[in-house]
């Protein structure tokens, strides 16, 4: 028997099945989006908590429906990497890891080219906001477990969220909090084609796509932003679209960042009053 | 009095550079003072003619990393001819989560006669040695020193397993068998 691995229980039980075999898919024809209480602009509800992982010096877990991961964030420590030249400025490393069943399809347990470009995008959207000055010769890892994702872009974009909250959990001196927010362009009516000229209906922009709406997305962007600053520190924009309707995508972002920063200060405090009545 | 009500969030704004000087825990931008960690912000005065200073008390205390002029409270892991290394555990009274790498160079040893230093009568493994950091050093080791008679080794053992007591300020006795060993003593503190 291989021990290395975990052996499946005794006994099954047929698996959970999302929807129904009859279950109609979500196609953006339909005008209305796949959670179709919510409008183009609308996020869904977060839930956020700051410090389940005891060992980590911050942690926070975070939700949006089905979309759900947890951050630890470990330092700052010594830099033990050998080769490592001398720096006055702290090292910041993030981590972001798929578990094998997060996704639709069973994630490997290697880390992939995927989740290698996203933990690197990931440190270029926190370093600008951590004083990472004031951490001379000193490390800091921050560790992102994806447990389920219900769409990479709101993945992604709450991954920036939590891994800030830890980080001010962590109690490491920052600039601001940054927060994260996704959208994608959706077309809803007929594409604009050449040949028949007329009848063209701009893409919509739908904030916080979930997976089903993201397989018919054109294109998607993220925004990691810092609120009270007023200042973005990254733009992952990929696909295709039109400059105005990426502006506007912007400006939508920007607003949804607002809201997320008044959770992110909400689960601040809350720790904060946590503490007090321990004391 | 400190409640929850005075409690802030990294980025907050505090006040006006004008009316209060950043302190711990804050930073100033342009006009304005924010806070840079999660914490109950205080507003201490120490004198009229003074702006008062603003700080936040952290929530959570972040790990003590060591910092130039740094008193460090360490132990000594190696020693060579040169220098001696050692885990530094303890930042301005504050622990490490973490132990930093460090060293003490011989010239580094005592202010006077730096020539004469021998690192085998200074320090010997598992000395627990009161340091001053006088440099960030090296990619590996933050560089201390303990040349004032308040630094040096502040507890040790005996070959014999005894613990020492200092009766110079470089020679200390064994409680056990009375042998006289040689370190760099730091001066006892009342």
């Given at each position: 028997?291989?021990?290395k ?37 609308d ?15 911050g ?22 990497r ?14 972001i ?21 996203l ?14 000055d ?6 800091i ?23 800030s ?30 040949s028949?000229?007329a009848?063209?209906?701009?893409p919509?922009?739908f ?35 039109e ?37 | 009095m ?21 302190g ?41 990393i ?29 622990p ?15 202010a ?17 040695v ?26 040790g ?34």
């Amino acid at each position: 028997m291989d021990r290395k691995r975990v052996a499946g229980p005794e006994l099954s039980v047929a698996p959970l099945i999302e929807y129904p075999v009859d279950h109609k898919r979500w196609t953006p024809q339909q005008e209305k989006r796949h959670d179709s209480k919510r409008q183009p602009e609308d996020m869904r509800p977060i839930y956020l908590k700051t410090g389940l992982i005891g060992q980590a010096s911050g942690s926070a877990y975070i939700e949006l429906e089905k979309t759900k991961l947890a951050c630890g964030v470990y330092g700052p420590k010594p830099v033990k990497r050998i080769g490592q030249t001398f720096s006055g400025r702290g090292l910041l490393t993030c981590e972001i890891k798929f578990a094998t069943f997060s996704c639709a399809k069973r994630r490997n347990q290697m880390r992939d080219p995927q989740e290698k470009e996203l933990s690197q995008i990931l440190t270029q959207a926190l370093s600008p906001a951590i004083r990472l000055d004031l951490l001379p010769k000193s490390a800091i890892e921050v560790y992102i477990t994806v447990l389920e994702s219900d769409g990479l872009g709101s993945c992604f974009s709450a991954a920036i969220t939590a891994a800030s909250v830890a980080l001010a959990h962590a109690g490491i001196e920052m600039l601001d909090l940054v927060a994260g927010c996704s959208a994608s362009y959706i077309q809803t009516g007929p594409a604009r084609s050449i040949s028949s000229g007329a009848e063209s209906i701009p893409p919509q922009i739908f904030m916080d796509a979930d997976l089903e709406e993201e397989k018919y997305e054109q294109g998607s962007i993220v925004l990691a932003y810092m609120p009270s600053l007023n200042e973005v520190t990254h733009v992952l924009q990929s696909g295709k679209a039109e400059g105005s309707i990426i502006s506007q995508s912007v400006e939508h972002c920007v607003e949804a960042c607002n809201k997320i920063y008044a959770v992110m200060h909400h689960a601040l405090l809350e720790s904060v009053k946590e503490n007090q009545t321990q004391l | 009095m400190t409640s929850v009500a005075d409690a802030v969030v990294p980025g907050q704004r505090l006040g006006h550079v004008q009316e209060y000087i950043a302190g711990a825990g804050t930073y100033a931008l342009q006009d304005f003072l924010y806070a840079s960690v999660v914490g109950l912000k205080q507003i201490s005065r120490t004198s009229d003619n003074e702006l008062p200073t603003m700080t936040v008390q952290r929530e959570n205390s972040q790990s003590a990393i060591p910092e130039i002029e740094a008193i460090v409270t360490c132990k000594v892991v190696r020693v060579n001819p040169r220098f001696a290394s050692v885990n530094i555990m303890v930042v301005d009274g504050k622990p490490c989560k973490d132990d930093f790498q460090g060293i003490i160079r011989v010239q580094d040893v005592r202010a006077t006669e730096k020539d004469k230093v021998k690192i085998y009568n200074s320090f010997r493994p598992g000395d627990i040695v009161r340091a001053q950091v006088i440099s960030l050093g090296d990619a590996r080791s933050y560089y201390l020193s303990t040349a004032a008679n308040e630094l040096g080794v502040i507890f040790g053992t005996s070959v014999a397993g005894g613990s020492l007591v200092p009766i110079s300020w470089q020679e200390m006795q064994c409680t056990k068998t009375k042998v006289i060993e040689l370190r760099k003593c730091a001066k006892p503190m009342q």
